[in-house]
């Protein structure tokens, strides 16, 4: 057996958070499909399971490390039927975008951003915090297993029934569609919080990587 030294602890942050930017970039450029990437790498850095120590919690740096949510205040205008999972937008070609910095993020405590705030409000009330997020979709769902079974009934209905309840029409008037890709939009604001929060604490130099922000170029419906 053979301990890791804090160098190489470090060394391993290092090596991680340049994989985690380098996707979230291909990501915005378009390349969506890296995307499923960031699961692993947000898993080695914050996930905890079993025996299994997250990068910070062998820094030892978990206990005070602020981690900074984007809000679920009411947002504004335009914006208000997108309310039951506010780390994501509608974006153009019919799918879903990080909201990036359009809503404010707020300083909270690393158990409250990871464990114990909700992303996602289902119809039967139950709640997805960014842990059983990234839990459910890498280990279940294809980023880092795929299960005959998905278990979470709050991630089946955001990822598979239409949670947030958006359709999309390229023409108009035209049949709506469901917009796509939210649980890549999803993990990559969590990304994006993350790389915020690491740079806010001086564990990684700026500036966190940010596009230019898309609007949608279609029409967007509500479906009750």
């Known amino acids: ?120 409000r289902a119809t039967s009330g139950e709640t997805l915090s960014r842990e059983g997020f990234v839990n459910t979709c890498g280990n279940q769902d294809g980023p880092r297993h795929f299960d005959e079974k998905l278990t979470n009934p709050a991630y089946i209905e955001l990822a598979y ?10 023409s108009s008037p035209g049949p709506g569609e469901p917009l796509l890709e939210i649980e890549r939009a999803l993990i990559r604001q969590i990304a994006f919080e993350f790389d915020y929060a690491a740079v806010k604490a001086g564990l990684i130099a700026g500036p966190v990587p940010v596009p230019m922000h898309k609007q949608p170029g279609f029409q967007i419906s509500v479906k009750l």
């Not at 997250?54 to 206990?63: K, P």
């Not at 029934?161 to 390229?170: I, V």
């Open 161 to 170: 029934e239409n949670g947030m309840k958006l359709e999309f029409a390229r």
């Open 1 to 120: 057996m053979r301990t890791r030294t804090a160098a190489e602890i470090r060394a391993q942050f290092d090596v991680q958070m340049a994989l985690l930017r380098q996707q979230c970039m291909q990501y915005d450029a378009g390349n969506t499909l890296p995307a499923l990437d960031i699961f692993s790498r947000i898993w080695v850095l914050v996930a905890q399971r079993g025996g299994n120590k997250s990068l910070l919690r062998h820094m030892d740096v978990e206990h005070n490390f602020k981690a900074y949510g984007t809000t679920d205040e009411p947002p504004p205008a335009g914006l208000r039927h997108q309310w039951r999972c506010p780390l994501v937008v509608a974006a153009g070609g019919g799918r879903y975008q990080p909201a990036y910095d359009l809503r404010p993020l707020r300083e909270m405590d690393f158990k409250t951003w990871w464990r114990r705030k909700s992303i996602f």
